[in-house]
């Protein structure tokens, strides 16, 4: 995954106008957590991993519900990041990230109710803040 990837794909979060599980998968696929594309349309509870029968090793994995949970957006703060700021106004949510003693914020916004969007659009951020330019 590159960080233009990771950039593209928190854009996607931002534009998102609730909850989607191809998203989910999606954001799953950046963050190392699966390192090939499953079977879409197969899920089931959130983070569950089950054991394929169809041919050896195979499997369906059923990504965290990163834009509707708080609670799995959360997972993808970056070890020795931390949640700076935190806005709802009527346009929607805003999240802000910066490396614990740094000055660096970067953040991701969501015209939803949902924080979970805005958090998981600024957790992308952060992790591609921290890749090298390529």
Do not use: H, Q
Request: glycine share 12%.
């Amino acid at each position: 995954m590159t960080k233009a990837n990771l950039l593209a794909l928190a854009a996607r979060c931002e534009a998102a106008t609730g909850a989607d599980r191809e998203l989910d998968l999606d954001v799953a696929l950046a963050g190392g957590l699966i390192s090939k594309p499953v079977e879409r349309g197969c899920w089931v509870d959130p983070g569950e991993c089950i054991d394929g029968d169809k041919e050896p090793g195979s499997g369906t994995f059923v990504a965290p519900a990163y834009s509707a949970s708080l609670d799995a957006a959360m997972t993808l703060v970056p070890e020795g990041w931390r949640v700076w700021a935190v806005r709802e106004d009527e346009t929607g949510w805003w999240c802000g990230l910066s490396p614990d003693g740094g000055n660096v914020v970067v953040g991701g916004w969501a015209p939803t109710p949902s924080f979970a969007l805005a958090l998981t659009a600024a957790c992308l951020r952060a992790i591609a803040e921290e890749m090298p330019d390529v």
